[in-house]
């Protein structure tokens, strides 16, 4: 059989190539696409600035305590460490040094916007630094640059430097130049005592650098260390690990690239398997007459289904191997696109092993193995005869598997469409619109050939009396050979469906995301700076100005408000006396004295004004779910592990999906990793134009380095022109899974027509001219893309309504009307050109020699 199989490959280059590219194709993207989600996994990052230090110690990023349904869900902001645990490190045999390091961000040097990071002086062997002009920091305003920043800005030993930390202005003296080959990053190393003023947290420390003692291991260093830590709040890193603590944008990173990578490869993996295996039956189903002669002349039923199998896996043999190098180059492309959006910090190093190759290969070659056994189980099954006269019009297409097959995937198709629209709410819905978009083609793909016509019975009457005797020998064609249609439409309807559902579900979360800023801000104008940091104190000086009835700070985090509960297992499994059960909220950091001028949502209870010290102000919803109300206290979870007690002093009623907490900014800031105020929000007082406040407001922001102060217009504009990275990886996941589509729709259109050259060499042989062959092969284009494109649109409607009914309770997606249009018009230019061109070089041939070529 195996020998049998190479020979007919030699005949049937047209149905090799189209399964070879639909199996290459879908190979390289789900080895990206898993290259990808084991980057996220693994969180791989290189130790830079801490390079010198074999062991070092963290904050762990766990849920703290015995938390029920909180596993996978780590803290979002950085942990610190209790300064106390230096003595427990440094008391661990082995350990030559333990020191202290801190990080503060610095985000103006000499005046311009430029990311950096200030240490003490004693974290300097941790790299190590090595002095190469002038002298350590002696005095709290000494500063010891690193030699590329140094060069950068031109300054020497002696210079004067000005630095915004945190949005606040210094002035330092550069005391010395130090180069270290491991860091890449702009570093001030400050005196011990500055750099403790700087972080501005006492008792705490970001992480400790272990220096260990001549002779000893550090993976046993390390164990020593974490038996002797107390149990939780810290976490010992070792080897590659190391840079973890080096980089706190990789608990972010990880939190991104996880979801979207999963996203992106369980889309693109559905699109795959469902993409080769309509290729490869398209080119089983081509060959029915050539596999019943096969029957016809003594083959047996296994025979033949072991040589179409052969032939496959020799094809999915041959595409797996050229997809390895474009597979890994793929994965780095979509890795590179991601950093350069913002989504993951470069510093996360992309890696793919063995296991998204073999997903990658197994995916595919199952896919395609099961697609090359069902379509040649039905001709191996029937007698010969039955065989011949089956192949000549392919009118069956209904099978017990086929049928089973539909009930459960549209099943789950329309379950999801439930969840979706009764149990999701806002953006979050989109998690299960998009798989249900994919469970919707295929099912609408597995009833294609009776909808196909029906549609073409709907489509028989106008189509032949516009377009005379070639259209109705093309409706004919349609009717008559409905399978054969169905295996053109499907991919249309796929380009068309999924194209149409993952932009439209993106362009409503903007339009929805838009609505609720716009709605939600009060303010007159908005201060920002172009180093993303303002002093905090600036919200009392824009108070305080003549034209200002209201100044607020607004400041992003993330917490938990948690549940306390009674004896039961943890996530762990384990028995305890308590537990309690998180709810992830974000937050929102505001001052009390601005916040009710500046909110555009006004308290339902309770007073803005109240919130100060440990207060908060909850959505409506929330409380009333949670049994509580105004003037009762809850249990707070900051981002970075501390615990607060809480008490209710307002409440409030955000969009449905878009539910956040307002905290006191003075108490959010210090509990985020950078600590910085990026923006400040301003109410004008009664008859002040917003020309006159701007032009206040910015005199009063005038002494911070890149302050920038714009009017409401402008920045509702602005946030609407944002570059969201939610965008950026939804965009980039339509642009792969639609390319993928879109290679489908060629493949197969191309390849169909082709093979109708001996039928074209028929009808000019009976009499018809090349040109109403033509005519008939433009009306089947108009057809068949008509038809994919009406099952394309109820695919995305399946998708895309339960989805808004979640967002906002619209049955219409948000976002304009021309990318529909785009994507139609897409559509059917990508139609015409693969049938019509194919049909031309086909009509090429002389008549005789067509009808009689294989």
């Known amino acids: 059989m195996l020998r049998l199989a190479l020979k007919t490959l030699r005949f049937r280059k047209g149905g090799f190539l189209a399964s070879l590219v639909a199996l290459f194709v879908g190979a390289v993207v789900v080895q990206g696409c898993g290259g990808l989600l084991e980057t996220g996994i693994r969180a791989d990052v290189g130790a830079e600035r801490l390079a010198a230090a074999p062991v070092v110690v963290t904050g762990s990023q766990d849920y703290p305590g015995h938390a029920v349904g909180a596993a996978n869900d780590p803290l979002t902001e950085r942990v610190p460490l209790d300064e106390n645990l230096m003595d427990v490190v440094a008391g661990v045999p082995g350990v030559a040094a333990a020191v202290p390091d801190v990080s503060v961000p610095v985000t103006a040097l000499a005046g311009r916007p430029m990311s950096a990071s200030g240490h003490g002086w004693s974290s300097a062997p941790l790299s190590p630094y090595r002095l190469v002009a002038g002298a350590g920091p002696a005095a709290s305003g000494d500063v010891v640059l690193d030699g590329a920043t140094a060069r950068r800005l031109g300054v020497r030993p002696g210079a004067r430097l000005e630095a915004s930390v945190r949005g606040v202005p210094h002035a330092f003296r550069v005391s010395g130049i130090a180069e270290n080959r491991n860091a890449t990053g702009s570093v001030l190393l400050f005196s011990d005592g500055e750099a403790a003023r700087l972080y501005d947290r006492p008792g705490k420390i970001d992480g400790i650098g272990v220096l260990a003692a001549p002779g000893t291991a550090p993976a046993k260093l390390a164990k020593a260390i974490d038996d002797a830590l107390p149990d939780g709040g810290a976490r010992v890193l070792q080897g590659d690990d190391r840079g973890i603590a080096e980089f706190p944008d990789m608990i972010s990173g990880r939190r991104n690239l996880i979801p979207v ?35 016809a002349t003594g083959v047996t039923p296994g025979q033949l289904r072991r040589m179409v199998m052969a032939e496959t896996f020799m094809i999915a043999v041959l595409a797996a191997g050229l997809s390895l190098a474009p597979g890994l180059a793929f994965g780095r492309f979509l890795y590179g696109v991601l950093v350069g959006q913002g989504l993951i910090p470069g510093e996360m190093v992309f890696v793919q092993g063995y296991v998204p190759r073999l997903a990658g290969f197994g995916a595919t070659l199952v896919a395609a193995l099961a697609a090359a056994f069902i379509a040649s189980r039905r001709v191996s099954r029937v007698r010969p005869t039955e065989a011949m006269a089956e ?22 198709a329309t379950a999801l469409a439930i969840v979706t629209a009764s149990v999701m709410t806002g ?79 993106q362009t409503s979360q903007d339009g929805a995301a838009d609505r609720m800023f716009a709605d939600g801000l009060r303010a007159d104008a908005v201060v920002g700076s172009r180093s993303g940091a303002l002093p905090p104190s600036l919200v009392d000086a824009i108070s305080r100005l003549p034209q200002v009835a209201g100044a607020s700070a607004s400041v992003s985090g993330e917490g938990s408000l948690e549940t306390l509960l009674g004896p039961g297992e943890d996530d762990d499994g384990v028995m305890v006396d308590r537990r309690v059960r998180p709810s992830r909220i974000d937050l929102r950091g505001v001052t009390a004295s601005g916040a009710r001028q ?14 100060t010290g440990d207060s908060i102000v909850l959505p409506a919803g929330v409380l009333r779910d949670s049994g509580k109300r105004v003037g009762d206290r809850v249990r707070l979870r900051w981002g970075n592990g501390d615990v607060s007690t809480m008490t209710v002093v307002a409440s409030f009623t955000p969009p449905r999906g878009f539910e956040y907490a307002m905290v006191p900014a003075t108490a959010l800031l210090p509990r985020t990793t950078a600590g910085v105020l990026p923006q400040i929000m301003v109410r004008a007082e009664p008859g002040v134009s917003p020309p006159a406040l701007v032009a206040a407001v910015r005199k009063a922001a005038a002494g911070v380095p890149g302050s920038t102060v714009v009017s409401r217009a402008e920045a509702d504009a602005a946030h609407a022109g944002r570059d969201g990275t939610g965008r950026v990886a939804s965009f980039l996941l339509a642009a792969v899974v639609v390319g993928y589509a879109v290679i489908a729709l060629v493949n197969a259109l191309i390849v169909a027509t082709a093979e109708r050259r001996g039928e074209f060499a028929l009808q000019r042989l009976i009499g018809s001219t090349r040109g109403q062959v033509m005519w008939m092969v433009s009306v089947e284009a108009l057809v068949t893309a008509l038809v994919g494109i009406v099952l394309g649109t109820a695919v995305a409607a399946g ?41 031309a070089v086909a009509l090429r041939a002389r008549p005789v020699e067509a009808a009689v070529a294989p």
Do not use: H
């Open 391 to 412: 192949a000549t019009l392919q009118g069956r297409w209904v099978s017990p598997i086929r049928v089973i097959l539909a009930v459960v995937v549209l099943g789950g």
């Open 799 to 839: 998708a895309l309504v339960p989805f808004g009914l979640a967002l906002d309770g619209s049955v219409l997606p948000g976002g304009p009307a021309w990318i529909y249009l785009a994507i139609v018009g897409a559509a059917v230019a990508l139609t015409f050109a693969t049938i019509l061109l194919p049909a």
């Open 598 to 611: 500046t909110v555009g949502y006004p308290a339902v209870r309770g007073d803005y004004g109240r919130l």
């Open 261 to 295: 990578a999963g996203a992106f490869g369980g889309l693109a993996t559905m699109v795959a398997i469902f993409v080769v295996g309509s290729t490869v039956g398209m080119s089983m189903q081509q060959r029915r007459r050539e596999m019943a002669l096969l029957r």
């Open 427 to 505: 953006p979050i819905a989109a998690s299960t619109a998009g798989p249900a978009a994919m469970l919707w083609a295929v099912g609408i793909a597995l009833v294609s050939p009776g909808l196909c016509r029906w549609l073409a019975a709907v489509l028989r009457r106008p189509v032949g009396l516009l377009s005379g005797l070639p259209g109705r020998m093309a409706m004919l064609n349609a009717s008559a050979r409905k399978v054969r249609l169905a295996s053109a439409v499907i991919p249309i309807m796929l380009v068309t469906g999924l194209a149409t559902a993952l932009i439209y579900l």
